[in-house]
């Protein structure tokens, strides 16, 4: 996460749930940005103890190294690569062609004749086909502009008229990516789909969106998305609202954001770096339409564009599109000159210390001393660094920062000086890299230490070089994820936009940034003749005898919060005093009209503007994925299921599950700590540096988790909510290499599994320092995931545990387990190897074991003896005893979980007290009984509900940054939530008007099949993301795991395609009679304090 390529927007933040499959597994997804400042490439669930990631370059699937077994992604993409005859077409000519053959891609960069606009076509094998267009933005100062500007275009065009087309483009279509993002430098516009007529419909909304949106002649929308003054009556008090202005206040919020924003301007005190492109909310109400239209008109132009496609689909229909938009325009040779990022010279002759307040809240002289936050950053280039330089930068990144025992960060957790790391090391996506480091969680005393070891540890290294093994098991994680390129559900297009945008933006070569095979080659033939040199070399010139460096220092301030609200009610006075009764009559006005636009309907012919799908174009099949399921395989009492699909490019992916219910109840909230230090300590004669190093040598990630299912009990009718006594619970060890290494893949998982080092205090106690921080900044940060599992635990078994484990209840244990890892070691490692006796039972576990795999056919052929061999090995008696029937009998955590839940979860309503600015508001309560059969037409009428009356009224009048509903067929329970949301009551009054809204709905429905077919479109783009190989043998898995059947699946889906008004009508009939319903909110003292003259009151509890 570092703070450079914090992206600073994306539209469609706040939704609930992963793409991806079977509704019955929705999680809560963060709901924050697409990417959460990072390199948002790669990254998959599986890469092991790896903070910062994936690695920052591309690379192609082909020869040499890792023994050459990753293999090109399939041979048609190779053969797409070459035999791709030139598209040309006689408005555009052509620049440049190459081919990727890393990514099978055949390249064609055009120029616009007329317009200028330059166009980057990649012809690939992928059907998840991917738009973009990028401007480069770079802003002068912190009003936010280029940021309020990516809001706003996207409210309506000139021909698609309606008031919010993105939201009807996420209402109904079967994208797989729509969203927007403004960063320090530019702003990119992205749509991708698997459905190609869907594809091209993206295309155009979003085309004449930047090109000719209603925001710039229009200023309502500049002040409903950006910011305005409200007042409804005269004597109240003046307000701010606006989208970016509250999700702007939310950012700002978090102490790791300002450190973050503080760390970038000091670093850049001379150029476009040096201001925050996503506003400042203490500086966005300086931003007048004027400017704001200005802006647009300066920078949204084709001759200021890039545009971008990726995917199988054809090429010169994306030049004829295209041609469409940019005809209308004449080239303006200025426009490109204009919005070059100038460099920020390396000009600090000392390095530079800052320090500024974070908000933290006033506990009186209870709990524990509020603590200090550092980080120290350096400026590594001020020139074009070369393709090796980058590369080299990338494993130095890893080798130094990669995982948790990785020098410099293994230094500075196991120093004790604080409690997490913050500053990801490199951040390279801007044309100028950075590097930061620092902790959190800091006592004053220790602040300056925590540099000097920064320093002192980089000193060590380029001295002393990195050891062999070291090297090898970075350069291996970096190449397998160059060459793996898995990027889960995110587009593979977008990442390839990405990884071209980070040359092509500033003007250098497009192409040249995908290819990594030259560079890894020159990189490796330096370490073969002079091992670490390269690495300690970069060390010194980048870090150590760089120094426009700075070390930025966050201290807790007590009255912050209270004064930044004075101060804006000061401000809001001080204008209120300055204007007469007619301009306040015209704020008033103004106010009334605003609210007027927001809640009036679309007319039915501004509707029908907007471009869709027919309901004869939606797959009328679910999608299945293969499986074989073996129970007893060779007779070792080990059932193996396999997912063989058509090419996983000589990967395979292993999962071994392992019966976890025998662990006694008490000890329940223990198992994540368990799973941490499965992952952590180091196992058996390795310690946790020298296993880390083996598994990043040989494999492309381990990771250890624990998983709750809910299955189907036998004989219950399926579809019906279940009591939630029955489901089944793993400890999973996860992991991926290529096929030639499964055996040491198979003996990483026997080793963690039996021998990982419980014993280690230091590092245990370490890892629950930064496990609480981190906890922390997610009641923090996601209070809308934190406030759905309160509210799940208490109407559901399997809430209950899951809030146990990771909600805001697990904030507690975490503190309590430090304090025994610290004072009554002995018995915390009494309990944790009780657990482990527990699930290796010698008599039972392996009736519990179940190895996952997924790979092709080539895949299984090579693993079949390592599998074999692997089962034979594995603890326990192959002639072992049963596990109880899960699917029978009630989990026996069940009984206990449901006499806690009464007094542990009550259904009374709940405020989380943080120190904030925002707030996160949510209600549920049980939509069916258990027992009552829930059809496919819940999903869809949840998913109207939350992308139509939730975004309507929590976002676009409230000013929230997101507002949405959540609802699991499996147990019936249904939730409204909210996200950096400036209200708290009004909100709840919102969630209170929801039913009479959807009855209103049900019944225009009845004359307007349009709305339904919509609603249906959107609900089955949910159900059929675009997924990596690993995640159909996962999903699939999943699904046979609970017993599923496929015609239920399929019932499903169907119910979902036949949805009819009178559906609408019952849900929200269920809604108005929706069981014991509860709240739980995430907040600060003061908008609690508020609520309550408003009537709301809660059973309020100080979190941090
Ligand atoms: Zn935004």
């Not at 802003?139 to 940021?147: F, I, L």
């Not at 192409?511 to 490796?524: M, N, V």
């Not at 690495?535 to 912050?560: A, C, G, W």
């Not at 007779?635 to 997912?643: K, L, M, Q, S």
């Amino acid at each position: 996460m570092a703070f450079l390529a914090h992206i600073v927007s994306s539209l469609g933040g706040g939704s609930v749930g992963g793409r991806g499959g079977a509704t019955a597994f929705r999680a809560v997804a963060s709901g924050a940005a697409v990417f959460r400042g990072g390199r948002p490439f790669g990254a998959s669930a599986s890469s092991p103890a790896s903070s910062s990631g994936a690695a920052a370059r591309f690379v192609r699937p082909s020869t040499t190294c890792l023994g050459s077994t990753i293999e090109a992604s399939s041979a048609s993409s190779s053969r797409t690569a070459e035999a791709t005859a030139v598209v040309e077409h006689p408005s555009f000519e052509v620049v440049r062609t190459d081919t990727v053959p890393e990514y099978g891609a055949a390249c064609t960069l055009y120029r616009h004749k007329k317009s200028g606009a330059e166009l980057l076509s990649l012809a690939t094998d992928d059907d998840n086909k991917c738009f973009g267009i990028t401007f480069r933005t770079p802003p002068r100062d912190s009003t936010g502009v280029p940021h309020i500007l990516e809001h706003s275009v996207l409210c309506g065009s000139r021909k698609y008229t309606t008031k919010d087309p993105f939201v009807q483009l996420l209402q109904g279509s079967l994208q797989t990516f729509l969203n927007a993002f403004t960063y320090p430098d530019r702003t990119c516009y992205v749509v991708a789909s698997q459905n190609t007529k869907d594809f091209y419909n993206l295309i155009n909304v979003y085309s004449d969106a930047v090109f000719h949106p209603r925001a710039v002649s229009d200023p309502m929308v500049h002040a409903q998305e950006g910011w305005h003054l409200e007042l409804e009556k005269m004597d109240d008090p003046l307000t701010y609202k606006g989208v970016v202005y509250n999700e702007m206040k939310g950012v700002y919020s978090s102490p790791d954001s300002l450190l973050q924003r503080e760390a970038q301007q000091s670093i850049f005190p001379d150029n476009a770096y040096g201001v925050d492109s996503g506003g400042d909310p203490a500086v966005i109400p300086d931003l007048s339409f004027e400017q704001f239209a200005e802006f647009h008109s300066k920078y949204y132009h084709p001759a200021n564009s890039r545009i971008f496609f990726a995917g199988d689909d054809d090429v010169s229909r994306r030049l004829e599109i295209m041609d469409e938009y940019l005809s209308d325009f004449e080239d303006s040779p200025e426009s490109k000159p204009g919005s070059i990022i100038e460099w920020q010279k390396k000009r600090y002759v000392d390095p530079v210390r800052v320090r500024y307040p974070y908000p933290v809240s006033d506990k009186g002289d209870e709990g524990e001393p509020d603590t200090h936050l550092t980080m120290t950053n350096w400026l590594l280039n001020d020139r074009p660094m070369t393709a090796t330089e980058e590369i080299t930068l990338t494993v130095l990144d890893h080798l130094l920062t990669g995982t948790t025992s990785s020098i410099l960060r293994k230094t500075l957790m196991e120093s004790g000086l604080g409690d997490a790391i913050t500053g990801g090391g490199l951040s390279d996506e801007l044309m100028q890299a950075t590097f930061s480091m620092g902790l959190k969680g800091v006592r004053p005393e220790n602040v300056d230490k925590v540099e000097e070891l920064v320093m002192d540890t980089l000193r060590k290294v380029a001295e002393e070089g990195f050891p062999e093994d070291a090297l090898a098991a970075s350069m291996n994680t970096v190449e397998f994820q160059l060459r793996e390129f898995n990027t889960g559900s995110f587009p593979k297009g977008l990442s390839l936009m990405l990884g071209s945008m980070s040359k092509w933006v500033y003007d250098r070569d497009p192409t040249e940034a995908l290819k990594f095979e030259e560079p890894l080659a020159e990189l490796k033939a330096s370490i073969a003749g002079d091992g670490s040199k390269v690495f300690q070399d970069m060390i010194r010139e980048f870090l150590l005898e760089n120094t426009h460096r700075t070390t930025v220092e966050m201290y807790p301030s007590k009255s912050l919060e209270e004064e930044q609200l004075t101060e804006e009610k000061e401000r809001l006075a001080k204008i209120k005093a300055s204007l007469n009764e007619e301009d306040l009559q015209g704020i008033i006005d103004k106010t009334i009209a605003l609210k007027k636009i927001q809640a009036a309907e679309d007319p039915p012919e501004a509707r029908a503007t907007i471009p869709s799908l027919d309901l004869s174009d939606l797959k009328r099949e679910v999608t299945e994925y293969p499986i074989r399921v073996s129970e007893n395989e060779s007779n070792t009492g080990v059932t193996v299921v396999r997912h063989e699909l058509g090419s996983t490019s000589g990967i395979v992916y292993a999962s071994m599950a392992v019966d976890v219910s025998g662990i006694s109840f008490e000890d329940v909230p223990l198992l994540p700590l368990l799973t941490h230090i499965m992952m952590e300590t180091g196992a058996g004669e390795y310690d946790s540096v020298a296993l880390s190093r083996r598994i990043g040598m040989h494999t492309g990630g381990v990771s250890v988790s624990s998983m709750i299912v809910g299955v189907n009990q036998e004989g219950a009718a399926e579809g019906a909510v279940t009591g939630g006594e029955h489901f089944i619970t793993k400890l999973m060890i996860t992991g991926k290499s290529t096929s030639d290494k499964t055996d040491e893949l198979f003996s990483i998982f026997d080793l963690i599994l039996r021998d990982a080092r419980l014993d280690s205090q230091a590092k245990i106690i370490e890892m629950l320092r930064e496990d609480k921080s981190d906890k922390e900044s997610t009641i923090q940060g996601s209070g809308h995931s934190i406030a759905n599992a309160r509210i799940r635990s208490r109407y559901s078994v399997i809430g209950y545990i899951n809030e146990k484990m990771s909600g805001v209840s697990s904030l507690d244990t975490v503190k309590e387990l430090l304090d025994q890892a610290k004072n009554d070691f002995p018995a915390l490692l009494a309990r944790l190897e009780k657990m482990r006796n527990t699930i290796l039972d010698q008599s039972t576990c392996r009736d519990g074991m179940i190895l996952d795999l997924t790979g092709d056919a080539a895949v299984f052929e090579k693993i079949e003896s390592s599998v074999q061999n692997f089962l034979t090995k594995l603890p326990g008696d192959s002639q072992g005893s049963k596990l109880q029937n899960f699917y029978s009998k009630p989990h026996p955590w069940a009984v206990q979980a449901k006499e806690e839940m009464a007094t542990s979860a009550p259904l009374v309503d709940e405020g989380f007290i943080v120190p904030t600015q925002v707030s996160y508001v949510g209600k549920g309560g049980r939509l069916y009984n258990v027992g009552e059969i829930v059809s496919g037409t819940s999903s869809v009428v949840s998913r109207f509900l939350g992308t139509g009356y939730m975004w309507d009224n929590v976002r676009v009048i409230g000013g929230a940054y997101g507002g949405f509903c959540q609802f699991q067929p499996r147990d019936g329970i249904f939730s409204f939530l909210s996200y950096r949301d400036p209200n708290l009551a009004g909100t709840i009054d919102v969630y209170d008007g929801a039913c009479k809204a959807l009855l209103a709905s049900a019944k225009d429905m009845e004359t307007d099949p349009d709305a339904l077919a919509t609603a249906i479109i959107g609900a089955i783009g949910d159900m059929d993301g675009a997924l990596s190989p690993n995640q159909k043998g996962s999903l699939q898995f999943k699904r046979w795991l609970t017993r599923e059947s496929p015609e239920q699946r399929q019932k499903f889906r169907d119910e979902v395609l036949n949805t009819k008004p009178s559906d609408f009508k019952e849900f929200a009939e269920r809604l108005k009679a929706l069981k014991d319903p509860s709240l739980a909110v995430v907040s600060s003292r003061a908008a609690f304090e508020d609520a309550s003259k408003a009537g709301k009151t809660f059973t309020l509890k100080d979190i941090m």
